[in-house]
T-cell receptor, first 114, second 113 residues
């Protein structure tokens, strides 16, 4: 069965600092991996996805994530945090070619301090 | 532009009432999903449907019901059997392959008064 673990339910960074949100997954087959962002009282918006092409995936708003099979990780990074990045971030996994259902992590709330 | 529309954005329910949350998509997606979101608990799957006239229970289906009579629509009814319905409800859709991920609606916040 697939699972996702997001390390750290809350992460706080200063404006301009590196953002690193951690995601580890468990899957019996090569997975599809996703990062979503949620602003207060809104739905989830897709930031980026990994579906077997390049292992370094670039997304919207300057975010990127690297798929590391050996570490079963898909950490989200951004070189320089902006106040508008404050939101909750969710990592998700699904089986490649199998069930379409995504399994979500519990989320990481990012706070950006001025 | 294509997308998912959830309505209403805010909904208030009295004890013992059934309420129905609307979800409509014009993305031509086959699969649709309902999630419940509570603080600190992430997203929990209530029901999902991969094709018209068929749906399956998710992890927390008790106290909820759905229908899928049209490809575009997947309404969720929160019944009086759901003892703690106050939450944020999210609807999503995807293609059958799921390679593109899910597209989410903007959510409905349900409060019991």
């Amino acid at each position: 069965a697939q699972s996702v673990t997001q390390l750290g339910s809350h992460v706080s960074v200063s404006e301009g600092a590196l953002v690193l949100l951690r995601c580890n997954y468990s899957s019996s087959v090569p997975p599809y991996l996703f990062w979503y962002v949620q602003y207060p009282n809104q739905g989830l918006q897709l930031l980026l996805k990994y579906t077997s092409a390049a292992t370094l995936v670039k997304g919207i708003n300057g975010f990127e994530a690297e798929f590391k099979k050996s570490e079963t990780s898909f950490h989200l990074t951004k070189p320089s945090a902006h106040m508008s990045d404050a939101a909750e971030y969710f990592c998700a996994v699904s089986d490649r070619g199998g069930s379409e259902k995504l399994v979500f992590g519990k989320g990481t709330k990012l706070t950006v301090n001025p | 532009d294509g997308g998912i529309t959830q309505s209403p954005k805010y909904l208030f329910r009295k004890e013992g009432q059934n309420v129905t949350l609307s979800c409509e998509q014009n993305l031509n997606h086959d699969a649709m999903y309902w999630y419940r979101q509570d603080p600190g608990q992430g997203l929990r799957l209530i029901y999902y449907s991969q094709i018209v006239n068929d749906f399956q229970k998710g992890d927390i289906a008790e106290g909820y019901s759905v229908s899928r009579e049209k490809k575009e629509s997947f309404p969720l009814t929160v019944t009086s059997a759901q003892k703690n319905p106050t939450a944020f409800y999210l609807c999503a859709s995807s293609t059958q392959t799921g390679v593109g991920g899910y597209t989410f609606g903007s959510g409905t916040r349900l409060t019991v008064v």
